[in-house]
């Protein structure tokens, strides 16, 4: 088999068809979410249902991610807190900050930005990558977690590990050769593009949607029969 | 009389035993000659076959037991680059070497006759030769009617004819390997390459733009010492010389690693001579021997002078993406209207079944609405 030519493939014609499957499909979603509406107020509330919001927003992007102790998330699940928030911050500064995935971006959107150096960004990833599988020891270990996971949870962190673990082994030439692991790494991004809007991987979009609706009903104040 | 061997004629150009002594050590260096090929296919006396024999003494025993090697020369959809490149290389050893052991019997760019005479003496070489001798190839063959015809015979029909009597068929360049140039998008001409069209015979691809001379006379000497062709990958090239990527023995590998990067061609971090890859540097995919023989008697190969690798000894290198665009990009983006089209089909998409869920919420709730005051 030849790679460069599979290589080819996943990044030109596979990578253009999931892109669009991607923006179709997350706009679908996001069409479908706008229009289930609010929910009818029976009753006039005398809060401030837009303070809510901004007060939901600050708590849940500034403050209880990083201050452990206002909800005691550590103390309730560290394994959650340290390695799903530090999943995040990996994925973020990845795939925003990493040289290689900003010349995706700067071909896609046009203009680029300044990156980290490689092995800050190294480091992260391979954060990333312990992250995820402590995380999968979680999922497997504990009972609840086992209960709440089906096929589709495995498929979300089997798709999510393989392009990072893939893009790591890519940067540092392990075992294959660097066209191979670079397809298999453009493939399961390709496939996971395309995941994404079938998934609760989506909840990069939709989680705003739920702090809203959170702040909407926590700034209410009234009796909602 | 028995025709004359390369050491007999190289004696007769004034060439001292020494010399060719030397000349057959410079050979085995540059074939990368660390263990013993096969031996049946070697040449050699069978009584040597359980002594050890050094590979100076095989390559020694063929030159002076081997006559020179015929080579036809053709060229179709090409620049004459790959020829302008063996013929101004600056290592005399090897090249020179090669080039004296081989006798071009037809070179269309070299050849001082012209005209119906060169073509009568191509067609006495390939009856004299038949089964002997080696067929170079540098150009793309177009497969479309009308193009590249020479004295009135399509590049097709030439290289059938030709390929016909060949003992094994070298491409030189990425046209004559993969198409090269001519075969770009759209490809007007239906280029293809010499293993798309010959099937039946030994084919070596020494791909490149130009190929590397020493590649080209590498192999050329592999066939002249052992009369077979090298170690082959899985794209026909020659395991010795396009074994490793470019990004393997790049000299600027260790600034990849470190994540130092020119970020143009022109700023401090070019001066430096940090990595190419972020303009645009094919390297890490790209297996050729730039990196270790280089170019001009090893003075330099262009990402040490400064210019990311194109990917010239890969297929299709060039519809591979921008010169100068990072490798991680993809390809090629999606036009905007496309993108336009596929947004507008998800956001409808969404509006009609979220339109059909709300009618079906308020029938519904008249139904029960109904059934209540009822």
């Not at chain 1, 929910?39 to 005398?46: A, E, G």
């Not at chain 1, 660097?178 to 996971?192: A, G, K, N, R, T």
């Not at chain 2, 031996?39 to 006396?45: A, R, T, V, Y």
Request: a positive charge; aromatic letters at 10%.
């Amino acid at each position: 088999m030849n790679w460069n030519a599979f290589l080819e493939f996943v990044r030109g014609p596979l990578f253009q068809v999931s892109l669009l499957v991607f923006v179709a499909g997350m706009l679908y979603r996001l069409v479908r979410v706008l229009m289930l509406g609010w929910s009818r107020d029976n009753v006039p509330s005398k809060g401030s249902k837009g303070g809510g919001v901004v007060k939901s927003f600050l708590k849940s992007i500034l403050i209880w991610p990083f201050i452990p102790w206002v909800k005691r998330t550590f103390s309730k699940n560290p394994v959650i807190y340290l390695a799903g928030g530090l999943f995040h911050l990996a994925l973020l500064v990845v795939l925003i900050l990493g040289t290689a995935h900003m010349l995706v971006w700067k071909s896609l959107l046009g203009f680029g930005w300044a990156t980290l150096p490689l092995p800050m960004v190294d480091w992260m990833a391979a954060v990333g990558i312990a992250a995820m599988v402590a995380l999968l020891i979680h999922r497997l270990v504990n009972p609840v977690m086992r209960l709440i996971s089906g096929p589709s949870e495995w498929a979300n962190w089997t798709l999510v590990f393989l392009p990072m673990v893939s893009g790591y082994m890519l940067t540092h030439h392990m075992f294959f050769r660097y066209e191979v692991l670079f397809s298999i790494h453009m493939l399961v991004v390709d496939i996971l593009l395309i995941w994404i809007p079938l998934s609760r991987i989506s909840h990069f979009i939709f989680y705003f949607f739920a702090r809203t609706i959170h702040g909407v009903e926590f700034g209410k104040r009234a009796v909602n029969p | 009389m028995p025709e004359e061997t390369v050491h007999q004629y190289l004696q007769k150009q004034g060439v001292s035993r020494r010399d060719f002594l030397k000349i057959c050590g410079a050979l085995v260096g540059a074939l990368g000659l660390t263990r013993m090929p096969p031996f049946d296919e070697s040449g050699l006396p069978g009584n040597l076959k359980h002594t050890s024999v050094k590979p100076i003494d095989m390559v020694r025993h063929a030159l002076e037991t081997k006559p020179r090697l015929p080579v036809i020369w053709l060229e179709f959809q090409d620049c004459a680059g790959c020829s302008e490149a063996l013929t101004r290389s600056h290592s005399p050893t090897l090249v020179n070497l090669v080039l004296n052991s081989i006798t071009v019997e037809y070179h269309e760019t070299l050849s001082a006759a012209a005209g119906f005479q060169v073509e009568e003496a191509k067609q006495a070489a390939m009856k004299k030769y038949a089964g002997q001798y080696i067929l170079v190839v540098e150009g793309s063959i177009p497969e479309g009617d009308g193009y590249c015809t020479i004295g009135g015979k399509s590049a097709l029909d030439l290289l059938k004819e030709a390929a016909a009597g060949a003992a094994a068929i070298i491409a030189t360049g990425n046209c004559a390997s993969f198409g090269g140039i001519p075969k770009a998008r759209p490809n007007p001409t239906n280029a293809k390459g010499v293993w798309e069209i010959i099937t039946d015979k030994p084919i070596v691809n020494i791909p490149g733009c130009p190929a590397i001379p020493e590649a080209f006379t590498g192999t050329l000497a592999n066939f002249l010492i052992f009369g077979s062709l090298p170690e082959l990958d899985g794209l026909r090239r020659p395991k010795t010389f396009y074994g490793n990527t470019i990004h393997d023995r790049c000299l600027r590998r260790p600034f990849y690693e470190a994540g130092k990067f020119a970020e143009s061609f022109d700023d401090e971090g070019a001066r430096q001579g940090w990595c190419l890859y972020k303009l645009g540097c094919k390297g890490p995919t790209t297996y050729n021997a730039c990196a270790t023989i280089k170019w001009d008697a090893g003075l330099s190969f262009p990402v040490q002078s400064g210019h990311p690798c194109l990917g010239c000894s890969e297929p299709n290198f060039w519809d591979g993406g921008g010169f100068y665009q990072g490798q991680s990009a993809p390809l090629n983006r999606p036009a905007v209207t496309v993108v336009g089209a596929a947004a507008a089909a998800g956001i409808v998409a969404g509006a009609a079944m979220g339109a059909a869920n709300q009618s079906q919420k308020k029938s519904a709730a008249r139904k029960s609405k109904k059934q209540k005051d009822a």
